[in-house]
Nanobody, 126 residues
Framework: VQLQASGGGLVQPGGSLRLSCAAS????????TGWFRQAPGKEREWISC???????????YYADSVEGRFTISRDNAKHTVNLQMNSLRPEDTAVYYC?????????????????WGQGTQVTVSS
């Protein structure tokens, strides 16, 4: 099983990017899916998660550092989980990873996740 994260790039402070996470084999709608990031010299940081949506209802969760600026969503028709990032700051610069776990609910611990994407670089700089 592979997850593919895409959409990273270079953006000026205050700008926006939209990341996308696609799964090659698993139906992503059945898996809680999270986004993490890791900046140079820092630990991997959980930033957001969306619960599975196989029974329709779902919930979203955010780290305080991105609450109100980032929005996680599902596109079940395209089998993707997206992260819309607005009002980006230089401190958002990191490699962003998506991850999925075989569970309905979300966890903040990266050790709980079963499948990982390869990461996409986000650089916020003027």
């Amino acid at each position: 099983v592979q997850l593919q994260a895409s959409g990273g790039g270079l953006v000026q402070p205050g700008g926006s990017l939209r990341l996308s996470c696609a799964a090659s084999v698993i139906p992503l709608a059945y898996y809680a899916t999270g986004w993490f990031r890791q900046a140079p010299g820092k630990e991997r940081e959980w930033i957001s998660c969306i619960t599975s949506s196989d029974i329709g209802d779902f919930k979203t969760y955010y780290a305080d550092s991105v609450e109100g600026r980032f929005t996680i969503s599902r596109d079940n028709a395209k089998h993707t989980v997206n992260l819309q990032m607005n009002s980006l700051r230089p401190e958002d610069t990191a490699v962003y990873y998506c991850a999925a776990l075989d569970s309905r609910g979300c966890f903040r611990d990266y050790g709980s996740y079963d499948f990982w994407g390869q990461g996409t670089q986000v650089t916020v700089s003027s």
